[in-house]
């Protein structure tokens, strides 16, 4: 995607989650009404700034016992106070007008990935965080049997490219 992206003149950056430093969400709920996390700042504030800045994200994860991993789980966790706001009534989303792509990739084979919720629901929890940010979702890509058939096919290209197209 990334290649895809960077030929039609987008800006493309990436973040390798399993890179950052940061410690989990102690859930002590602070950061609801001070609008920043109470534990020391690591890379959780600079991933936010990097989303705030953004017009569009691709979303990413392999999929870990049928949801994302679990430093996936903890990185969006510490930016709930920057994703969405907290209202009496709904939660107002603070990403709204930024498009998003989600991906999903498993080792369990088509169709079995989503017959038994594998990539799908990865998607299901990315879907659940964009939606809640405000993020305007443009398309969902499940890749299964990646043990099998490791490497992108012509087929899985093309959908990165009107994904991609989506984008702008």
Same mark, same amino acid.
């Given at each position: 995607?990334?290649?895809?992206?960077e030929s039609k003149n987008m800006?493309?950056?990436s973040v390798n989650i399993m890179d950052l430093?940061?410690?989990?969400?102690?859930?002590?709920?602070?950061?609801?009404?001070?609008?920043?996390c109470v534990l020391p700042e690591d890379d959780t504030?600079?991933?936010?700034?990097?989303?705030?800045?953004a017009d569009a994200i691709v979303m990413g994860s392999p999929c870990y016992w049928g949801n994302i991993p679990g430093q996936m789980k903890v990185l969006f966790d510490r930016l709930v106070y920057g994703m969405m706001h907290d209202t009496p009534r709904f939660p107002e989303p603070?990403?709204?007008?930024?498009?998003?792509?989600?991906?999903s990739t498993c080792t369990t084979p088509w169709p079995f990935n989503?017959?038994?919720?594998?990539?799908?629901?990865?998607?299901?929890?990315?879907?659940?965080i964009s939606r809640y940010a405000g993020f305007k979702i443009v398309k969902e890509?499940?890749?299964?049997? =990646?043990?099998?058939?490791?490497?992108? =096919?012509?087929?899985?290209?093309q959908k990165c490219r009107k994904a991609i197209a989506k984008l702008k």
């Open positions: 995607m990334r290649n895809e992206a800006m493309v950056e430093e940061m410690k989990p969400c102690i859930g002590c709920m602070a950061c609801r009404t001070k609008e920043k504030v600079r991933v936010l700034e990097k989303l705030r800045w603070l990403m709204k007008g930024k498009k998003c792509i989600l991906v989503i017959w038994f919720k594998q990539s799908r629901g990865a998607i299901r929890a990315m879907r659940e890509i499940e890749r299964g049997g =990646t043990m099998i058939k490791p490497q992108l =096919t012509e087929k899985d290209k």
